[in-house]
């Protein structure tokens, strides 16, 4: 597996339930011992639990959380005041809560970002925060009080023109506040215009003009000698076009050619005319030892046959170990599942839950879509499993979403817990398709569609009759 997985607590623990963004984690520390869901939700805060920092979304879910449960933020202060500003992904997530509860109108949050402007390595990042997303609208002041003074605060830290040029270096003037601040503050806009100024307008000297051959113009010989591995996507659109005995016998040598620059073009070219050879080359090139470029390229020929094809292939990968195989054999059931494929998924699905925090948790997602695909033999035990354990919670939607449609109990069961969810996805399908008799789903429904920080996606789910 290529990812380290994080280090989660049981998910029946509350601790796990609060690292995997899950409703119930919420739900548990909103009913819980004040002093204990306050130290586990610090304990979240300080030791970031998301499987992929990019996508998985934590900050609304534990500054949310903190404001339901009164969460005394002396301790995320007294961090940033530390000096502990080498763990920056640490101090990033700190400022992002705290910023998440400003845009919510919590002056105490406001407070320590704005003071943490005059000393801290992330001040930057504290004013964004501050400013907010351009998402959310603010229950509180509108930004520029927010941020009023805060450029003179930068003055006073900056004192010299080299320092406060230095400082704002890689701002984009175009970004709030600086928009209004190189209007208000002649020392900023010309400390952004130092910054900018060595930008080099772009060259456009003339050049004659040459016809370019367009591919469809070109002989299939000519198309897989072209040496701009670049366009290898490009040439195989064309090339899936020649369909004569020669042209075939063409792309069946080139696809095979080691040294190729072409080679992934007429890998892709096979795939998309069907050609059974594809799945000999599968076989030969994704080994651990022999994995490389051709790897994307094996990827979306396979994708493009038809199942009927590629079946047989995609049942034998699923039981191996190498990670690839089960991931491409994973893939191609959450295109083209079948009633005759639920079986070897479900099973396989099972197995990867197996492994734990070790599991491919995009074998996991693309495993609940299959399953997605064959809803009308639903409920799947394993599908409710992988809902609990699954690390990765912005892959989390799938799982939700074939729940959604496999599990005839969702709407009046984990739809309610999900309307707490840390991902505004899974948010939005529980929205859709909870049961609005539920008077706990009806209260919650009306908090979604109250709150102007959350995601116009989920709002307006929230409003379905």
């Not at 586990?40 to 404001?67: E, G, M, S």
């Not at 599968?282 to 994307?296: F, I, S």
């Not at 599942?337 to 197996?354: G, I, K, M, N």
Request: hydrophobic share 45%; aromatic share 6%.
């Amino acid at each position: 597996m290529p990812t380290t997985p994080p280090t989660l607590a049981d998910p029946a623990d509350p601790l796990g339930m609060l690292q995997r963004g899950l409703g119930s984690g919420y739900l548990w520390a909103l009913d819980a011992d004040r002093a204990v869901a306050h130290a586990l939700l610090v304990h979240c805060v300080f030791n970031d639990p998301r499987w992929d920092r990019q996508l998985d979304d934590r900050d609304d879910y534990h500054a949310t959380l903190a404001l339901e449960i009164g969460l005394d933020l002396a301790p995320l202060e007294a961090w940033l005041r530390s000096g502990g500003q080498e763990d920056r992904e640490t101090a990033h997530d700190i400022i992002a809560v705290l910023g998440r509860m400003a845009i919510r109108g919590h002056d105490e949050a406001r407070r320590v970002l704005c003071e943490y402007v005059a000393y801290g390595a992330h001040w930057a990042r504290a004013i964004a925060c501050l400013v907010g997303d351009g998402e959310a609208v603010s229950v509180g002041p509108p930004w520029p009080e927010v941020v009023a003074d805060l450029d003179r605060v930068l003055l006073a830290r900056f004192a010299t023109p080299g320092d406060l040029a230095e400082a704002l270096s890689g701002i984009d003037p175009r970004e709030r506040p600086w928009t209004l601040w190189s209007v208000e503050n002649e020392a900023i806009a010309k400390a952004l215009a130092m910054d900018h100024s060595h930008v080099a307008p772009v060259s456009r000297a003339w050049r004659p003009r040459e016809r370019q051959v367009k591919p469809h113009e070109m002989y299939t010989v000519e198309l897989l000698a072209i040496t701009e591995a670049s366009r290898w996507a490009q040439i195989a659109e064309e090339l899936a076009t020649r369909t004569t005995p020669y042209d075939i016998e063409l792309l069946v040598a080139a696809a095979n050619a080691p040294d190729l620059p072409m080679r992934r073009a007429a890998i892709l070219a096979l795939g998309h005319q069907g050609r059974r050879e594809v799945l000999t080359i599968a076989e030969e090139n994704t080994h651990h030892a022999q994995r490389g470029k051709l790897q994307g390229a094996i990827a979306l020929a396979l994708e493009a046959m038809p199942l009927s094809q590629t079946r047989a292939l995609a049942h034998d990968w699923l039981g191996e170990q190498d990670w690839a195989r089960r991931r491409k054999a994973a893939g191609l059931l959450a295109a083209w599942a079948e009633e005759e494929d639920l079986r070897p998924a479900r099973d396989a699905l099972a197995r990867e839950l197996d492994r734990g925090l070790d599991a491919d948790v995009f074998v996991v997602c693309s495993l609940a879509e299959a399953l997605g695909r064959c809803a009308v033999h639903g409920p799947f035990e394993e599908l409710s499993r992988a809902y609990e354990v699954i690390p990765y919670s912005y892959g989390r939607r799938y799982v939700v979403q074939a729940l959604s449609a496999a599990d005839p109990t969702f709407a009046g069961d984990l739809a309610v817990e999900c309307l707490w969810d840390c991902e505004r996805e899974s948010r939005q399908i529980a929205a859709t398709h909870v049961d609005r008799r539920i008077r706990m789903a009806r209260q919650r429904l009306a908090e979604l569609r109250a709150d102007e920080s959350q995601a116009a996606s989920v709002r307006q789910a929230s409003t379905r009759d």
